[in-house]
């Protein structure tokens, strides 16, 4: 099984903050690489795929790059709604893991 | 639009079972698959496995085979996961995922609310 590490696993942020939150892969994944953010009691909702495409709908502010293993998002100027938590995902293959979380929390 | 709405909470006793429904809508059924994830309460997501709705085919993650069951029912639309041997550690709230490729890429766009199973003596 592949296995996604996230760090870190926690951090404070203020509004307007420059956010990064890496991702490695335990082997390569070439790109197949989704950024999700979870807010409290809801359902993840996808922010990233193919490791830096930005799904329709999610702000030009969340970025996400990498190829291999190491992989980052990176949200340009923190905004209220931002702080949740962010998972990465492998979709290269099954099982399809996902990282372990980041909290992003208010500084 | 699409929706995907899954059964109501559970509350089970150690040793039992639980069947959770994903019931979808505002697509062709059998175009897609679905992938179940859960979530203990505080912790991050598993993925437990997949199903294709269009044969039936699964694959489920090594530490829940033979404890898991996914099936689907195209006259109804809705996709079924049955866990088994409950256990205290299975306490969390499990998703249904209708999976869509983008490309190459596969992605989890498309959530259910989430059903939040407890196992409790």
């Known amino acids: 099984d592949i296995q996604m590490t996230q760090s870190p696993s926690s951090l404070s942020a203020s509004v307007g903050d420059r956010v990064t939150i890496t991702c490695r892969a335990s082997?390569?994944?070439?790109?197949?690489l989704n950024w999700y953010q979870q807010k409290i009691g809801k359902a993840p909702k996808l922010l990233i795929y193919?490791?830096?495409s930005l799904q329709s709908g999610v702000p030009s502010r969340f970025s996400g790059s990498g190829s291999g293993t190491d992989f980052t998002l990176t949200i340009s100027s923190l905004q209220p709604e931002d702080f949740a938590t962010y998972f990465c995902q492998q979709s290269y293959s099954t099982p399809r893991t996902f990282g372990q979380g980041t909290k992003v929390e208010i500084k | 639009q699409v929706q995907l709405v899954q059964s109501g909470g559970e509350v089970k006793k150690p040793g039992a079972s639980v069947k959770v429904s994903c019931k979808a809508s505002?697509?062709?059924?059998?175009?897609?698959?679905f992938s179940w994830v859960r979530q203990a309460p505080g912790q991050g997501l598993e993925w437990m496995g997949w199903i294709s709705a269009y044969n039936g085919n699964t694959n489920y993650a090594q530490n829940l085979q033979g404890r898991v069951t996914m099936t689907t029912d195209t006259s109804t639309s809705t996709a079924y996961m049955e866990l088994r041997s409950l256990r205290s550690d299975d306490t969390a709230v499990y998703y249904c995922v209708r999976e869509s490729a983008y490309g190459d890429y596969i992605v989890f766009y498309y959530w259910g609310q989430g059903t939040l199973v407890t196992v409790s003596s």
């Open positions: 082997q390569s994944i070439s790109s197949y």
């Open positions: 193919g490791a830096s």
């Open positions: 505002g697509y062709t059924f059998t175009s897609y698959g």
